[in-house]
């Protein structure tokens, strides 16, 4: 099964390395994904309490996407990777629910890692 997981966290790796661009303002692949990340970089500004600007959230978040999608490419490292952004994810999900946010791109993002972590323990 480790030839399916390499591929699927490979992938998964590198779309939340690419995810990174709209945080930043970048409109890949869409302008509607850069309108809906400068919102959701709004949002984070304003969870942080006013310690995080619009901008310096999406900044934050762009790093922990590279930094999470270079660990699940590479394999030693994938598992904790996966773990740690299931938790970030997880609390996300819950503070997403509580403000009405959508809540589709959570459960997409909980079930990728929730496949990625279920092949690699295969």
Not at 1 to 29: E, H, K, N
Not at 34 to 40: G, V
Not at 54 to 80: D, E, H, M, N, W
Request: proline residues 7%; hydrophobic residues 45%.
């Amino acid at each position: 099964m480790y030839p399916l997981s390499d591929v699927v966290s490979t992938t998964f790796g590198g779309l939340c390395i690419a995810s990174a661009l709209p945080f930043v303002g970048i409109p890949f692949p869409t302008r509607a994904w850069a309108a809906y990340y400068a919102d959701k970089n709004r949002w984070l500004s304003q969870l942080s309490g006013g310690r995080l600007t619009p901008k310096q959230a999406g900044y934050a978040s762009a790093l922990l996407r590279i930094g999470v999608g270079s660990c699940c490419v590479y394999q030693p490292t994938r598992v904790a990777a996966l773990l740690v952004n299931g938790a970030v994810v997880s609390r996300g999900t819950v503070v997403a629910y509580r403000d009405g946010r959508p809540m589709r791109p959570q459960w997409t993002m909980l079930g990728a890692i929730g496949l990625c972590l279920l092949l690699e323990l295969l």
